[in-house]
């Protein structure tokens, strides 16, 4: 028997309970799980929680998040840890294929001569300065 508010619930009562859980997650057109109604990733939410971080202290970086949603979120993950972990692994390979493809389209060789020219003026200038007031 189960006491709560008073009131006891016997076996019979207790089927009228929903012991169904959903989690706040929604799956993206783009591939992303993310918390339903926002734009915080799952992958977020789930790195935080690897490095040590409580729901309160994920909630202080994600404050549009309720705390239900975040608990929600760890709960899906620790029930369902080895797929979560096969989607950050996806996710994770694919932002790097993106990022290697992103860097194989520019041309970095003029960006790599506007910053040497950049820092060469800015040490002319500083010497220049320096050498006036001394």
Do not use: C, K, W
Not at 41 to 70: K, M, N
Not at 75 to 102: G, K, N, P, S
């Amino acid at each position: 028997m189960l006491t709560l508010r008073r009131l006891v619930y016997t076996p019979m009562a207790m089927q009228h309970l929903d012991l169904t859980q959903t989690a706040p997650l929604t799956f993206g057109d783009d591939g992303t799980i993310r918390i339903t109604g926002s734009r915080v990733t799952l992958d977020s939410i789930v790195h935080a929680f690897q490095h040590g971080a409580t729901a309160e202290q994920i909630q202080d970086s994600f404050p549009s998040l309720t705390l239900r949603e975040i608990y929600g979120a760890i709960a899906y993950y620790l029930e369902h840890q080895e797929q979560v972990d096969a989607y950050l692994q996806a996710q994770t390979q694919a932002a790097e294929e993106t990022r290697r493809a992103i860097e194989s389209r520019q041309n970095s060789t003029v960006l790599r001569e506007r910053i040497r020219a950049r820092r060469m003026r800015d040490v002319l200038v500083h010497f220049v300065i320096g050498s006036f007031f001394h």
